[in-house]
């Protein structure tokens, strides 16, 4: 069956497949990330090939659209085995499919470039030039090696002051680590933690202060989000 456009789509019919394919991920614990880029590469895929359900496609809409990627798009080897691996993911777990081998895939070449690695002194220029809570952020990020999004998920019950460490969740290929807080930051996170948790009383007293729950937490301890240890110690940002 062919759509024109996905606004043509019913309303009851348009969510089917990535409603199945969000559920999917979900059940195999992928990342918000992962499935927020697996998403885009099915719809990519989609619109590339007129709005054609991917039941009615196969080996060779894949290799097309792929091929497409790296001829036309001059995409990354990287950003091409995502969505590779996005489609892949589709076909086996959402509709049963095993794809054919994809003989004919033109691999995008990866540049090889050395990482850009700020000194001492162009940091020491950058943390200068803020103050306040964006200072405390980048210092975290640079101090302790954190991404930002995992600076940003920080929650309050994975720091551990008294130990100089820090708990990293659901970290880059949805894994926990440990990393440690430099000596320098733990009393500027420290007072920073009590300007918030003074905040979070205020709210709590006035019926918010609610923080969102990881998986199924929220169903299995209702309240919980209530709780300091749950809060976010980055939550206004």
């Known amino acids: 069956m062919d759509y024109r456009s996905a606004s043509s789509l019913p309303?009851?019919?348009?969510?089917?497949?990535?409603?199945?394919?969000?559920?999917a991920l979900r059940l195999r614990r992928y990342s918000l990330k992962t499935e927020k880029a697996y998403i885009h590469w099915v719809k990519r895929y989609v619109c590339f090939h007129g709005m054609r359900h991917p039941e009615q496609m196969g080996g060779g809409e894949v290799t097309a659209f792929l091929?497409?990627?790296a001829?036309?798009?001059k995409v990354a080897g990287v950003t091409q085995n995502q969505a590779l691996a996005a489609l892949l993911f589709l076909y086996r777990h959402v509709l049963g499919v095993e794809l054919p081998w994809l003989d004919g895939v033109v691999r995008a070449k990866s540049a090889k470039r050395l990482p850009t690695v700020l000194t001492r002194e162009e940091m020491q220029a950058i943390l200068s030039?803020?103050?306040g809570t964006r200072w405390l952020l980048v210092s975290l990020l640079y101090?302790?090696?954190?991404?930002?999004n995992e600076c940003l998920s920080l929650r309050v019950k994975d720091v551990d002051l008294n130990a100089s460490k820090l708990i990293v969740r659901q970290g880059k290929g949805n894994k926990d680590r440990v990393t440690l807080l430099p000596h320098c930051l733990k009393q500027p996170l420290s007072a920073h933690l009590n300007k918030v948790?003074?905040?979070h009383t205020a709210d709590v007293k006035q019926g918010r202060g609610e923080a969102p729950l990881p998986l199924a937490l929220a169903g299995k301890y209702p309240k919980a989000g209530l709780l300091w240890g749950w809060q976010f110690v980055f939550p206004s940002l």
């Open 11 to 23: 309303a009851a019919r348009q969510p089917k497949l990535i409603g199945r394919l969000r559920d």
């Open 67 to 69: 091929n497409h990627l």
């Open 71 to 73: 001829n036309d798009r």
């Open 129 to 131: 030039q803020l103050s």
């Open 143 to 148: 101090g302790a090696g954190l991404r930002l």
């Open 197 to 199: 948790k003074a905040l």
